[in-house]
Every structure is written in C-alpha cells, then in structure tokens.
Nanobody
C-alpha cells in the first residue's frame, strides 16, 4: 500500500550534522502518523521522534534539543535533522508510517509500513 525509502545516512564526526529523508510512495493519502526509529548493534529498535498528520511532534529524551522531525506532505517526505551528533547516535535509522486505508465494502484497515533503513555512524 505504502512504500518508504530512507536516505541521507553516512559517516559523520562527533558534533556534526546529518539530515535524513524518508520518501513515501503508493497510497500516501492514507498516511497518518510518521516516526523515526533507530536500532544500534545489540540493542532493540527504539523510537527517536514522531510527527502526526497535523504536525505535532514528540522526541525521545536522548535527542531532545538536538534532533528535529518535520514532514512535507506535498512532497510525501519526512525529515530528521540531526545536530550535535554523538557516538551513541550510531545506529540504523528506520522511518515508519501508520495509516488507514479502506478495503472491500469500505472497511477501514490500519497498517504500518517500514523503510529499509539507513546507517548513521558517528565517529572520529
């Protein structure tokens, strides 16, 4: 129904910045909330930041004041601006979209879509 593709990851030094992008395709009008998650080696996937269809945002305590989530609905794109990066931010970052589409007979069907992930490495 919806496909997500992340980009913008890479290697950056501590204190540096990166901007991740997540482009949605398919039935994008069905998307409601969008989120960024990350998974570091040996750890579980964790929520980093989220943004609703109306633009309300929330952040994990560990990234507050450093990361900014945004979305451009006209471009079907979500962003994560990451500043003052730290080594502990090293992880694979995934975008995720929650939405509702309508099946046969107008039955609402909730779904969750994931991107393939993009590696962010913070190292000197």
């Amino acid at each position: 129904q919806v496909q997500l593709v992340e980009s913008g990851g890479g290697l950056v030094q501590p204190g540096g910045s990166l901007r991740l992008s997540c482009v949605a395709s398919g039935k994008t009008s069905s998307i409601r909330d969008m989120n960024w998650h990350r998974q570091a080696p040996g750890k579980e996937r964790a929520l980093v930041a989220g943004i609703t269809s109306r633009g309300s945002t929330n952040y994990a305590d560990s990234v507050k004041g450093r990361f900014t989530i945004s979305r451009d609905n006209a471009k079907n794109t979500m962003y994560l601006q990451m500043n003052n990066l730290k080594s502990e931010d090293t992880a694979v970052y995934y975008c995720e979209a929650d939405g509702v589409h309508f099946g046969d007979y107008g039955t609402p069907i909730a779904y969750r879509a994931w991107g393939q992930g993009t590696q962010v490495t913070v190292s000197s």
